[in-house]
């Protein structure tokens, strides 16, 4: 007999509320046990915040065109439309904090063995529009590295509540011994 049909035919949730309270819980601690302290948490958070595209220095970056495929007729054959961008990590060590280089290297598929980030552009018939958009799918990648480990900020309201409710799931499982 499944989990979910005990649960359901015993008419309690609490069981369910349980392991996914303890689920909550082991991802939390997962994900702040991947950071060293509280400040470098903020310093993550802080940079996510402010890091725009045109903070990317462009000395850094290999930017390589070549023939585009697909639509687009004379332009597409003769032109080198399509925007290839390298970024060395060892390069971009210079100017992105050592967490984010970190995280980059842990969550980022987007990296060859070589260690560094290559993307191609070739959504449109300009070139210059598809290094933008390059420049603009780099700064996503390096954002969003970094963002999934960040854990969000805890309202008040939210840490009452989860107060609340292991106090009640304590007593819960003191009545469950006691009886």
């Known amino acids: 007999m499944s989990l979910l049909f005990r649960l359901r035919s ?8 349980s392991a996914t309270t303890r689920a909550f819980a082991d991802w939390r601690y997962e994900i ?3 950071w060293s302290s509280q400040e470098e948490i903020e310093e993550a958070r802080h940079w996510v915040e402010t890091f725009k595209v045109d903070d990317i220095p462009k000395k850094h970056i290999t930017i390589t065109y070549s023939a585009s495929s697909g639509p687009g ?6 032109r080198s439309t399509k925007a290839t961008l390298h970024l060395s990590l060892k390069a971009a060590s210079e100017f ?17 063995k070589d260690d560094e980030i290559v993307l191609q552009a070739d959504e449109s018939r300009k070139q210059s529009e598809n290094v933008q958009a390059a420049y603009h799918r780099l700064h996503q990648i ?3 590295s970094v963002s999934t480990d960040v854990p969000g900020v805890t ?4 840490q009452k509540q989860e107060a609340q409710q292991r106090r009640k799931m304590k ?3 003191k009545d469950k011994k006691q009886s």
């Open 96 to 112: 992105l904090p050592g967490f984010v280089v970190k995280k980059v290297r842990e969550n980022s598929r987007h990296l060859t």
């Open 32 to 34: 702040a046990s991947k």
């Open 73 to 78: 007729g004379q332009n597409a054959n003769k």
């Open 155 to 158: 309202s008040a309201e939210q």
């Open 171 to 173: 007593s819960i499982q």
């Open 142 to 144: 390096l954002v969003s």
């Open 10 to 17: 015993s008419g309690s949730s609490t069981p369910l509320l």
